[in-house]
């Protein structure tokens, strides 16, 4: 059973922006801390944002000030609008649910690509 869903995804030029939503389970979307995390290749994933089931925000070092992660509870999606983009934005960028004590999520979605070329 399909729990997160990604979209947004799409090939850009440098400065400029892309708005990913990820599309959750009613039950996820209101109990679960949910964030994105990107891998570009031959590099570790790491946190790009997230957002608890009250709004608390944390972003990573490296799209501080350029990114913005949000919660719409009418759809049960999260957004994450990217703006100011940069070549070292290119990766995959996952959407996960439901943080766990262990650090770990319990949910991720399939994965969606963003490229910044030049």
């Known amino acids: 059973q399909v729990q997160l869903v990604e979209s947004g995804g799409d090939s850009v030029q440098a400065g400029g922006s892309l708005k990913l939503s990820c599309a959750a389970s009613g039950y996820i979307f209101s109990n679960c801390q949910m964030a994105w995390y990107r891998q570009a290749p031959g590099k570790e994933r790491e946190l790009v944002s997230s957002?608890?089931?009250?709004?608390?925000?944390k972003y990573g070092n490296s799209v501080q000030g350029r990114v913005t992660i949000s919660r719409n509870a009418s759809s049960n999606t999260v957004h994450l609008q990217m703006n100011s983009l940069k070549i070292e934005d290119t990766a995959v960028y996952y959407c996960a649910a439901c943080y766990q004590s262990s650090g770990t999520y319990t949910y991720w979605g399939q994965g969606t690509q963003v490229t910044v070329s030049s």
């Open positions: 957002i608890g089931n009250r709004g608390t925000t």
